[in-house]
């Protein structure tokens, strides 16, 4: 199993430009999230899935969209990247959401 | 909203010596408390968790205690050693299913 799986690990963007952080895991779990990392502020929630079908919004939503059409992947979309999205950003998938998360190796995204 | 508060921040040990991070949550309806190690660079992973039906729970030199009703749980770690030295994250599973993190502790085991 490779886990869970995040593309690209490094990616710089200019303000405005648009970009799809991808996600995917291959354990057959029903939950996934998006956090991002800044330092001080510990993992954010951005956005999480329930299930195929299904997303919600979390702590920090605004400027992001995610969608889940498939159990194994759950890209995140940035519409128009701001420079306060500057960050490390974390997939996590469980198989609900009172068992572990298996967290990605992370993507740290700067825009310029 | 929905909120977990985490102290100390940073933490300075001595080897051999005990280490204890508390946590505080908002929201009452919380029933799955996790503890997650990040080491630089890398993803955090799950070193122990609670539910909210049990009021201790140890594995080996890590416990995690959880008080219901002040609503808060702390991470004890005896015995330290360098390599449990890394950043610590507590996190609740709050009402509709959404898991929030404590803003996290950076542990160092000095030698």
């Known amino acids: 199993n490779a886990g869970v799986t995040q593309t690209p690990k490094f990616q710089v963007l200019k303000t405005g430009q648009s970009m799809t952080l991808q996600c995917a895991q291959d354990?057959?779990?029903?939950?996934m999230s998006w956090y991002r990392q800044d330092p001080g502020m510990g993992l954010r929630l951005i956005h999480y899935s329930v299930g195929a079908g299904i997303t919600d919004q979390g702590e920090v939503p605004n400027g992001y969209n995610v969608s889940r059409s498939t159990t194994e992947d759950f890209p995140l979309r940035l519409l128009s990247a701001a420079p306060s999205q500057t960050s490390v950003y974390f997939c996590?998938?469980?198989?609900?959401?009172?068992?572990?998360?298996?967290f990605g190796p992370g993507t740290r995204l700067t825009v310029l | 909203g929905e909120n977990v508060e985490q102290h100390p921040s940073t933490l300075s040990v001595q080897e051999g010596d005990s280490a204890v991070i508390k946590c505080t949550y908002s929201?009452?309806?919380?029933?799955?408390f996790p503890w997650y190690k990040q080491e630089l660079g890398k993803g955090p992973q799950l070193i122990i968790d609670?539910?909210?039906?049990?009021g201790e729970k140890k594995d080996q030199r890590i416990a995690v205690t959880l008080n219901k009703t002040a609503k808060h749980f702390s991470l004890h770690i005896t015995e330290t050693q360098p390599e449990d030295s890394a950043v610590y994250f507590c996190a609740a599973r709050t009402s509709y299913d959404k898991v929030i993190f404590g803003p996290g502790t950076s542990l160092s085991v000095i030698p």
């Open positions: 929201d009452s309806a919380s029933n799955y």
């Open positions: 996590a998938s469980s198989s609900s959401s009172v068992t572990e998360q298996f």
């Open positions: 609670i539910r909210s039906n049990v």
């Open positions: 354990m057959n779990h029903e939950y």
